[in-house]
């Protein structure tokens, strides 16, 4: 007998339920409520010339009065409406404390809210006071500090600096706050086993935020990674450093070989005039030795010298 009780015209049962939740719905959000909404204080009247220097709160709690259905209409669709309470800080003085509630009632057209809400704003629950502090706004452009680890994978090499674009950013903010800064720091940025170029933007912010506005949000960090070969060079001249005026000497052979270790792109650029082969006679001359290793300046994106064609050079002192 149960059974069939539930088993039978479920079709009808089921809508006189849904019908009573419905009934149930509406007489209980017809009825009058107090709630707590979070609501957007906006600012107006600031001269450009003119910055905070203190944070000041980005939402305000109000108390508001109205049917349930209202409210909870409200609650869902206010953040994307153009509901507020518009602080007027045209005639405000360096410094200015607003006490929220005297403010609203002194200026209840602030209070911005669509028609079709019908709620009562009884009063602001907090903050009570808000501090406003301006001075004169100020520039500086900042120079972006990164503390990048990258890391080539075996057989890779990092062929240059890492580079940083922009290097600097022009930075807008409080005169007294802005003069304590001297560069912006981002985040490390930190990867290993590299085989590729690195190329990634990277978000740059000065805390807090509310108080400083930056030309860009994002600098972009590069590096070219390059798998490492050698190549040989040949017919560069050896130059002879700080030789004594009464001294006259000679170097065989005049022009050397080389094979240069380092990023294989970098190294298919370049020539044998790259590189810079010498001998300096006042830090390596001895009068017991004729055969010397040369010193080698290397070129951006070489590692190493590997060797020398030929591996040394004679020294003859006339």
């Known amino acids: 007998m149960l059974k069939k009780i539930f088993t039978t015209d479920i079709q009808i049962k089921l809508g ?17 409520y107090y709630y707590d909404l ?11 010339d003119k910055a905070f220097n203190n944070e000041i709160p980005e939402l305000i709690t109000a108390r508001f009065r109205g049917k349930g259905h209202t409210l909870l209409w ?17 005639k405000t003085k360096n410094t200015q404390v607003y006490y929220l509630n005297q403010y609203y009632t002194e200026h209840p057209d602030k209070f911005i809210m669509p028609r079709d809400y ?19 706004m100020a520039h500086k452009e900042l120079n972006v500090n990164v503390q990048a680890d990258i890391e080539p994978a075996l057989g890779y090499m990092l062929v240059g600096d890492i580079r940083v674009e922009p290097s600097k950013v ?17 985040p490390p940025y930190q990867v290993s086993e590299v085989d590729a170029d690195v190329s990634i933007s990277l978000p740059i912010s000065l805390e807090p935020s509310q108080l400083f506005s930056l030309d860009t949000s994002a600098i972009t960090l590069s ?14 001249p050896i130059r002879l450093d700080n030789i004594p005026r009464n001294v006259e000497i000679s170097v065989i052979p005049q022009f050397i070989g080389l094979e240069a270790e380092g990023g294989l792109d970098r190294l298919l650029e ?17 009068q017991n030795e004729q055969m010397y290793v040369p010193e ?3 070129p951006m994106g070489v590692k190493r010298i590997n060797r020398f064609i030929p591996s040394k050079i004679e020294i003859v002192q006339k």
Request: net charge negative; charged share 20%.
């Open 16 to 32: 006189a339920v849904i019908l009573a939740i419905l009934l149930w719905f509406f007489v209980v959000t017809d009825i009058e």
């Open 38 to 48: 979070d609501i957007p204080l906006r600012i107006d009247g600031l001269s450009e």
């Open 74 to 90: 409200a609650n869902m669709t206010m953040p994307l409406s153009e509901t507020g309470l518009v602080l007027d800080l045209s």
């Open 118 to 136: 019908k709620l009562d704003l009884l009063h602001i629950v907090e903050p009570e006071s808000i501090w406003v502090s301006v001075e004169r």
């Open 170 to 186: 022009m930075v807008h903010g409080p005169v007294s706050l802005l003069n304590e800064l001297t560069s912006i720091t981002v």
């Open 223 to 236: 590096a070219d990674i390059q798998s490492i070969g050698a190549v040989e060079y040949f017919n560069i």
């Open 270 to 286: 370049l020539k044998p005039e790259d590189f810079i082969v010498s001998f300096d006679y006042r830090a390596h001359w001895n």
């Open 296 to 298: 080698a300046i290397l």
